[in-house]
């Protein structure tokens, strides 16, 4: 077996250099050290980032906090809080590190996300993306033509575009693009859409524009809808 090289410490990538410490010293056998940083030729690992591996123990741990109104898999909770199952990963890593920079605002989620590090925004990311996403059913019968008009061919009056065109016919989006929509609480997507017209959610010019041309009852409308496309 080859020692590891003694420099093993400065080159590991942060969340494994105390790990890799421990290995120098020798108080993990040397087996594990060298399952653990194989795969990290010395010169590769000098210059690059490690390449983000998803441990679904470790993320779901990091997600326990979030139960409390995300419930414990990211399905439907109270209406005001997003489900998060089944959306794409980058979305919500994107979601995760604008709360923390305070690109995004809202007190709740940037006391949530204070302590967390790049890569555990990663690992929740990645812990609700492999729940998949449940159907859920619209409930107001007198809008939802209004809202699949909306939501399917957009408004050429207002010049709001098809928002299918972009998170897909289905509303399942499309991975580290655009979000799925498909089945979210009709309340959220309504807030959503009403802080991206009002400028209190600043973090997509795409949407914030989108959103400045639609009236709230087509904000009501295609919320509702999308929380019944499938
Ligand atoms: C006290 C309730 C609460 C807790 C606990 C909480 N969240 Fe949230 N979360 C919210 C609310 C409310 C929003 C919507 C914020 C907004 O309106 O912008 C949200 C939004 C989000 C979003 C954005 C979703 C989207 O579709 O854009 C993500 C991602 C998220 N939370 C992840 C987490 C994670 C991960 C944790 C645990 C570390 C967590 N949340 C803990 C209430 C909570
Ligand atoms: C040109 C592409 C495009 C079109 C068209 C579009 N969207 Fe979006 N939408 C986006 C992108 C990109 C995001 C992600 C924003 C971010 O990164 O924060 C988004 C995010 C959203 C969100 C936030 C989702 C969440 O979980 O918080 C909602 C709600 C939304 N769009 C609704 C709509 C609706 C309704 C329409 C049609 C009226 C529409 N979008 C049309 C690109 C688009």
């Given at each position: ?18 790990f890799?410490?421990t290995?120098?010293?020798g ?6 050290c060298?399952a653990a ?8 690992a ?23 109104c995300?419930?414990?898999?990211g ?9 998060l199952q089944?959306?794409?990963a ?5 979601q ?10 809202n ?19 990645a ?16 809008l939802?033509?209004?809202?699949e008009r909306l939501?399917?061919g957009g ?14 016919p289905?509303g399942?989006?499309i ?8 089945g ?26 989108i959103?400045?041309?639609m009236?709230?009852r087509e ?12």
């Amino acid at each position: 077996m080859k020692p590891l090289p003694s420099r093993a410490g400065s080159f590991a990538p942060s969340y494994l250099s105390s790990f890799a410490r421990t290995c120098a010293h020798g108080t993990v056998a040397a087996v594990a050290c060298v399952a653990a940083l194989s795969g990290m030729p010395a010169h590769a690992a000098e210059a690059a980032k490690p390449a983000f591996k998803p441990d679904m123990a470790r993320a779901q741990k990091l997600a326990e906090p979030c139960a409390a109104c995300h419930t414990a898999d990211g399905s439907r909770g109270a209406p005001a809080n997003p489900i998060l199952q089944g959306q794409h990963a980058d979305y919500l890593f994107k979601q995760l590190s604008e709360f923390k920079a305070g690109k995004r605002k809202n007190p709740i989620m940037q006391g949530m996300v204070a302590a967390l590090s790049e890569e555990d925004m990663k690992q929740v990311a990645a812990f609700y993306a492999s729940k998949s996403a449940k159907p859920g059913f619209a409930k107001d019968k007198t809008l939802v033509a209004l809202g699949e008009r909306l939501y399917r061919g957009g408004s050429l009056a207002a010049k709001v575009p098809a928002c299918a065109g972009c998170h897909s016919p289905t509303g399942g989006g499309i991975p580290s693009q655009y979000p799925r929509l498909a089945g979210q609480h009709a309340d959220y997507t309504e807030a959503q859409l009403t802080a991206f017209r009002g400028g209190a959610r600043a973090n997509s010019p795409q949407m914030s524009a989108i959103a400045a041309k639609m009236s709230e009852r087509e904000i009501k409308a295609v919320s509702d809808y999308i929380s019944g496309l499938r």
